[in-house]
């Protein structure tokens, strides 16, 4: 499967949102990421449906996926006024959802691509039942709810036994994304670890270097492992 990039805007400056969002579109992402956040399930509040709306045109016009992941209690609450600002694909937690599939068959039903998430402590045995219901699993790499955290290396065991149990299902088709902490320094181990969509933040909406100087670093780190 082709390693994507996708962009986070949680560490974007959000007065400059839009032309953030575009200059991560010119410099080649593949996604832009949006990490949805009640204060509850986690500890900080972020953006909902009103934002995705307002970055949606620059996504589109650059034939970029919106990448929503939910870190809330109680999702499918809102999942409906996500799918009409425009998500493309939307992830829930485990941790969050009692009637998982359920939910994950809402999300597919709203004509969305549905995933789910892991925090770094749940077990991989939780998704047995769901994955060959989803798009995609995520794999949280940091303890959710800030960004800018360093990745937590236990992470990339986690990611090649979940590799192992897609490829013992015949779910090849089922992306694996990760995210927290990845950088131009740690993503070619992620990738050698499985993983084919990687969430970076502020490995790209840094002052460091320019964003397309961040994405073209991530590309080199890629492509020593493909």
């Known amino acids: 499967m082709k390693i994507e990039i996708a962009a986070s805007i949680l560490s974007a400056d959000f007065g400059h949102l839009v032309e953030q969002v575009q200059k991560a579109a010119n410099a080649g992402v593949d996604r832009i990421h949006v990490d949805v956040m009640d ?16 970055v949606r045109e620059v996504a589109s016009q650059a034939r970029l996926p ?11 609450r809102l999942i409906p006024e996500f799918a009409a ?7 829930v937690h485990v941790e969050t959802c009692p009637h998982l599939h359920r939910t994950i068959q ?3 039903e709203l004509g969305m691509k549905p995933g789910v998430t892991l925090n770094p402590a749940t077990s991989l045995i939780s998704l047995e039942e769901i994955l060959g219901d ?15 955290q360093k990745y937590i290396p236990e992470s990339t065991a986690r990611i090649t036994r979940l590799r192992q149990m897609l490829d013992e299902r015949g779910l090849d088709q089922v992306a ?5 902490g990845i ?14 969509v990687l ?14 100087e961040n994405v073209a670093a991530l590309r080199q780190g890629i492509a020593s492992q493909v």
């Not at 986690?42 to 009103?50: D, F, M």
């Not at 989803?134 to 800018?148: R, T, W």
């Open 176 to 180: 694996i994304e990760v995210d927290g």
């Open 134 to 148: 989803v798009d995609q699993v995520l794999i949280m790499s940091v303890n959710p709810g800030f960004g800018g």
């Open 85 to 91: 600002a425009g998500a493309d694909y939307l992830t």
């Open 199 to 212: 969430v970076v933040g502020s490995g790209i909406f840094n002052q460091q270097a320019s964003i397309a």
């Open 66 to 76: 919106l990448d929503v992941h939910l870190m809330i209690e109680q999702p499918e």
């Open 106 to 108: 809402m999300i597919r």
């Open 39 to 54: 204060g509850h399930f986690v500890p900080n509040l972020t953006i909902g449906p009103l934002v995705l709306e307002a």
């Open 183 to 196: 950088k131009a320094e740690n993503i070619a181990q992620v990738v050698a670890a499985g993983a084919n």
